[in-house]
């Protein structure tokens, strides 16, 4: 039973057109997160939220937003997508917010790889 | 500096030896540390979170060392399965955008 899912996990697409990746947890943590894998293998968070609400928002174009509809989905839309968004995206999800709890482990799903033409 | 710095390698190592990776943060007020264990085209897994006085799992060694503002990872006896990036992550108690930090990985290749 898959405990931290994304779909798809493959996005082929064009310069220009929006896509949607979305995330679920079935583990019933408070707090998910979107990270950024680029071809140098860094992994970046881009956004966390907690309770549906934004707690983390790092430096990344506005042609990215998050919506997190409840606390167990957490959904990455992107606007005119560009060369430079191909990379492999992970969601997330840990107990509390990082910062909060000594031990938080997170748990991530098995990643989206975008390539964009 | 970066704020978590990591050999990125590859350690190419044979099988049944020790090897051992280093993690340097830069913030003296980071909370908390781990070490993942990422494969090839997959998702990074906790492999072990890192106490103050040192733990161990099985072959798996993790070190702090809040002095030099390091940790470190010794893995023993090497497996052909051990091969994989090792990610060092700090977490700070704050609730902003720093809280969060991974290293760039060191990478792992066990060779028989």
């Known amino acids: 039973d898959t405990a931290v899912s994304q779909t798809p996990k493959y996005l082929v697409t064009q310069m220009g057109n929006d896509k949607s990746i979305k995330c679920e947890q079935n583990l019933g943590h408070d707090t998910m997160y979107w990270y950024k894998q680029d071809s140098k293998k860094f992994l970046k968070i881009m956004f966390s939220?907690?309770?549906?609400?934004?707690?983390i928002n790092e430096t990344v174009p506005n042609r990215f937003s998050p919506k997190s509809p409840d606390k167990a989905h957490l959904n990455l839309h992107i606007n005119s997508l560009e060369l430079g968004d191909s990379a492999v995206y992970f969601c997330?999800?840990?107990?509390?917010?990082?910062?909060?709890?000594?031990?938080?482990?997170?748990?991530f799903g098995p990643g989206t790889r975008l390539t964009v033409l | 500096r970066k704020e978590v710095e990591q050999d990125p390698g590859p350690f190419n190592v044979p099988e049944g030896a020790t090897v051992a990776f280093n993690c340097t943060y830069s913030n003296s007020a980071s909370q908390s540390f781990f070490w993942y264990r990422q494969d090839c085209r997959k998702e990074p897994k906790l492999l072990m979170s890192?106490?103050?006085s040192g733990n161990e799992d099985g072959r798996f060694t993790a070190q702090l060392n809040r002095a030099s503002q390091y940790i470190s990872l010794l893995i023993r006896d090497s497996k052909l399965s051990d091969s994989a990036t090792y990610l060092c992550v700090v977490n700070q108690r704050d609730t902003g955008r720093r809280a969060l930090t991974f290293g760039s990985g060191t990478r792992l290749q066990v060779q028989p």
């Open positions: 890192v106490y103050s």
């Open positions: 997330a999800s840990s107990q509390v917010p990082p910062g909060q709890g000594t031990y938080n482990e997170q748990f």
């Open positions: 939220y907690n309770n549906k609400e934004l707690i």
